[in-house]
């Protein structure tokens, strides 16, 4: 081992705040470490000048209560070629330092730590400052500390952080690459005044994150999350700003769980998907702690999307706010705050997420449910706002829509009536099974139709109508009862509360344009003596079957 095998000069002074630091002693580096070398305390300041390599299996330690001052665009680089390891080994009572040389320099004047070969490295009480230049020609995005070479696939080293502090740099403190992660027992990092952000790395590095840190005065307090699969359980902890910069899908052999607590904020850009390929599950808050709180990092992000492999998952207490965006600046292109995706052949279980006290802001559409895909039992308390992005395009959605095996039959009574378009929207459905219609305060519209009874269907279904029902027709749509096989309606309105049948858009006397025609037209392809209709003329609606029925409600 080698100590401080470097020039070492006596008593040199310098121009206060530039230059060489006066001193009892220091210590200048500028060759390569290519064998185990410390740097002690005794000394400091060890200044570092230029690109150094540590390389070939040598092992970089740095003595408790050291300083390290680094020059105008210098780093430390650890591999690639051959293997280099960094052990940084300060204490509460004596703690590293690494710093620019000049201390008068802007956040940004040498460039960073770089972990480029795949070893465990250490860093205890260690403060750095004022890293994060960029270097010339260089693939390494702004950082402190570098984790893996972003083009080099290869490079996944280890580090071990314990009570490390980055303040007053460019760009991000930490950034992992590749499959770069903290060791486990890492804990303390603290961020402070960077013109960047705190951290960047991919989603499943969350369930290691030194936790305990504080974060101040950062134009981005934000902990990114980028592009990833979820295969291991992770919870990502209150008190951290987690922000979400892609898709993050939960999913694999293990059945993997991502879970907010109470209390957690999160900010995305992107979604999240779970359960889109293998079983995986989401939780969100608890029925007695504070909300959880999803909103976007900018102006707006997607969304949570339950998908056809999704295992028991729930979201209680929480608030999704700005989501549902409009992809392309396109409407055709809208997603909605969270989505609930079955399987389209009905071979899958359909995925029952629970939603308890949830409130949607949503840019677009709140809820959307489609090829099966419904609530699960216990959820209860839903509110639906539509708010306005800045295009402007947005807050136009429905709060609610429902399409292909999907039923409303499972959504709670909520407040759906705070979106510019207060109608649940039925697109394409088809009821294959006994089903029922609640009434949820605002009507449905039906866009292109709403079969009752077709291939889909099993053992001759029943559509109930719930009594103040209402279906808007778009013009064209259909209620198809019966179509390829027997189907049956029953609209049970009462006195009090009348079901309605009408057009989404009134005539110039406010009578509905030849909607009863659609319905009536379709009843005759297969009777099955139950559908029940008025039994006598209603608006444009009429009992078409020979059968007696039971009258229960009114059409408009």
């Given at each position: 081992?080698?100590?401080?095998?470097?020039?070492?000069?006596?008593?040199?002074?310098?121009?206060?705040?530039?230059?060489?630091?006066?001193?009892?002693?220091?210590?200048?580096?500028?060759?390569?470490?290519?064998?185990?070398?410390?740097?002690?305390?005794?000394?400091?300041?060890?200044?570092?000048?230029?690109?150094?390599?540590?390389?070939?299996?040598?092992?970089?330690?740095?003595?408790?209560?050291?300083?390290?001052?680094?020059?105008?665009?210098?780093?430390?680089?650890?591999?690639?070629?051959?293997?280099?390891?960094?052990?940084?080994?300060?204490?509460?009572?004596?703690p590293?330092?690494?710093?620019?040389?000049?201390?008068?320099?802007?956040?940004?004047?040498?460039?960073?730590?770089?972990?480029?070969s795949?070893?465990?490295?250490?860093?205890?009480?260690?403060?750095?400052?004022?890293?994060?230049?960029?270097?010339?020609?260089?693939s390494?995005?702004?950082?402190?500390?570098?984790?893996?070479?972003?083009?080099?696939?290869?490079?996944?080293?280890?580090?071990?952080?314990?009570?490390?502090?980055?303040?007053?740099?460019?760009?991000?403190?930490?950034?992992l690459?590749?499959?770069?992660?903290?060791a486990?027992?890492?804990?303390?990092?603290?961020?402070?005044?960077?013109?960047?952000?705190?951290?960047?790395?991919?989603?499943?590095?969350?369930?290691?994150?030194?936790?305990?840190?504080?974060?101040?005065?950062?134009?981005?307090?934000?902990?990114?999350?980028?592009?990833?699969?979820?295969?291991?359980?992770?919870?990502?902890a209150?008190?951290?700003?987690?922000?979400?910069?892609?898709?993050?899908?939960?999913?694999?052999?293990?059945?993997?769980?991502?879970?907010?607590?109470?209390?957690?904020?999160?900010?995305?850009?992107?979604?999240?998907?779970?359960?889109?390929?293998?079983?995986?599950?989401?939780?969100?808050?608890?029925?007695?702690?504070?909300?959880?709180?999803?909103?976007?990092?900018?102006?707006?992000?997607?969304?949570?999307?339950?998908?056809?492999?999704?295992?028991?998952?729930?979201?209680?207490?929480?608030?999704?706010?700005?989501?549902?965006?409009?992809?392309?600046?396109?409407?055709t292109?809208?997603?909605?705050?969270?989505?609930?995706?079955?399987?389209?052949?009905?071979?899958?279980?359909d995925?029952?997420?629970?939603?308890?006290?949830?409130?949607?802001?949503?840019?677009?559409?709140?809820?959307?449910?489609?090829?099966?895909?419904?609530?699960?039992?216990?959820?209860?308390?839903?509110?639906?706002?539509?708010?306005?992005?800045?295009?402007?395009?947005?807050?136009?959605?429905?709060?609610?829509?429902?399409?292909?095996?999907?039923?409303?039959?499972?959504?709670?009574?909520?407040d759906?009536?705070?979106?510019?378009?207060?109608?649940?929207?039925?697109?394409?459905?088809?009821?294959?099974?006994?089903?029922?219609?609640?009434?949820?305060?605002?009507?449905?519209?039906?866009?292109?139709?709403?079969?009752?009874?077709?291939?889909?269907?099993?053992?001759?279904?029943?559509?109930?109508?719930?009594?103040g029902?209402?279906?808007a027709?778009?013009?064209?749509?259909?209620?198809?009862?019966?179509?390829?096989?027997?189907?049956?309606?029953?609209?049970?309105?009462?006195?009090?509360?009348?079901?309605?049948?009408?057009?989404?858009?009134?005539g110039?006397?406010?009578?509905?344009?030849?909607?009863?025609?659609?319905?009536?037209?379709?009843?005759h392809?297969?009777?099955?003596?139950?559908?029940?209709?008025?039994?006598?003329?209603?608006?444009?609606?009429?009992?078409?079957?020979?059968?007696?029925?039971?009258?229960?409600?009114?059409?408009?």
């Amino acid at each position: 081992m080698r100590v401080a095998a470097a020039v070492a000069v006596v008593i040199v002074l310098a121009a206060p705040g530039c230059g060489d630091p006066s001193g009892p002693r220091q210590t200048i580096h500028t060759q390569p470490v290519v064998t185990d070398e410390t740097w002690t305390r005794a000394g400091s300041p060890h200044i570092v000048r230029g690109h150094l390599f540590i390389s070939s299996d040598a092992t970089l330690t740095i003595e408790a209560g050291a300083t390290v001052l680094f020059d105008t665009l210098s780093l430390l680089t650890f591999g690639p070629t051959a293997p280099g390891t960094l052990r940084a080994l300060g204490t509460s009572a004596e703690p590293i330092t690494m710093r620019s040389l000049d201390s008068t320099a802007a956040p940004g004047s040498w460039v960073r730590l770089e972990l480029r070969s795949n070893t465990a490295s250490e860093m205890h009480y260690v403060e750095l400052s004022g890293c994060g230049s960029q270097y010339f020609l260089d693939s390494f995005p702004a950082v402190c500390i570098g984790l893996g070479n972003p083009l080099k696939a290869n490079e996944s080293p280890t580090l071990l952080i314990d009570h490390v502090t980055v303040r007053d740099g460019r760009g991000g403190a930490v950034i992992l690459s590749n499959d770069s992660h903290f060791a486990p027992g890492s804990t303390h990092l603290s961020v402070v005044n960077m013109r960047g952000y705190i951290a960047q790395m991919r989603a499943r590095e969350s369930a290691t994150f030194p936790l305990g840190g504080g974060f101040a005065g950062n134009d981005y307090d934000e902990v990114r999350l980028t592009l990833d699969t979820l295969r291991d359980s992770a919870m990502w902890a209150p008190g951290v700003p987690w922000t979400v910069m892609d898709k993050v899908v939960i999913e694999g052999p293990k059945q993997p769980v991502l879970t907010l607590p109470p209390g957690d904020t999160v900010r995305l850009r992107g979604s999240i998907v779970v359960g889109l390929n293998a079983p995986g599950g989401l939780r969100i808050g608890s029925e007695s702690g504070p909300n959880v709180f999803l909103r976007a990092a900018d102006t707006s992000w997607l969304g949570i999307d339950f998908s056809r492999y999704s295992i028991p998952s729930s979201i209680t207490n929480a608030v999704l706010s700005d989501c549902g965006r409009v992809e392309n600046s396109n409407p055709t292109f809208a997603y909605a705050c969270i989505s609930v995706t079955g399987d389209y052949y009905g071979i899958l279980p359909d995925p029952a997420p629970v939603l308890r006290h949830v409130t949607f802001n949503a840019l677009n559409v709140g809820l959307g449910l489609v090829s099966g895909g419904r609530l699960g039992a216990g959820s209860t308390d839903l509110t639906i706002n539509g708010v306005s992005g800045p295009s402007h395009l947005f807050g136009s959605g429905p709060p609610i829509t429902i399409g292909l095996r999907s039923s409303p039959s499972s959504i709670p009574p909520g407040d759906y009536t705070r979106t510019l378009r207060d109608e649940i929207w039925l697109i394409e459905l088809s009821v294959p099974h006994d089903d029922s219609f609640p009434n949820l305060g605002v009507p449905y519209l039906v866009l292109n139709g709403v079969s009752v009874g077709d291939t889909f269907a099993v053992n001759n279904p029943t559509l109930t109508l719930m009594p103040g029902t209402t279906l808007a027709f778009t013009a064209g749509s259909h209620l198809w009862v019966g179509w390829d096989r027997p189907g049956t309606v029953r609209a049970v309105g009462t006195a009090a509360q009348h079901d309605a049948f009408r057009s989404r858009h009134r005539g110039p006397r406010g009578r509905g344009r030849s909607v009863g025609r659609r319905i009536v037209s379709v009843l005759h392809r297969y009777r099955t003596g139950n559908s029940q209709l008025a039994d006598q003329q209603l608006g444009r609606v009429r009992r078409h079957h020979r059968e007696p029925a039971a009258v229960v409600n009114r059409f408009h």
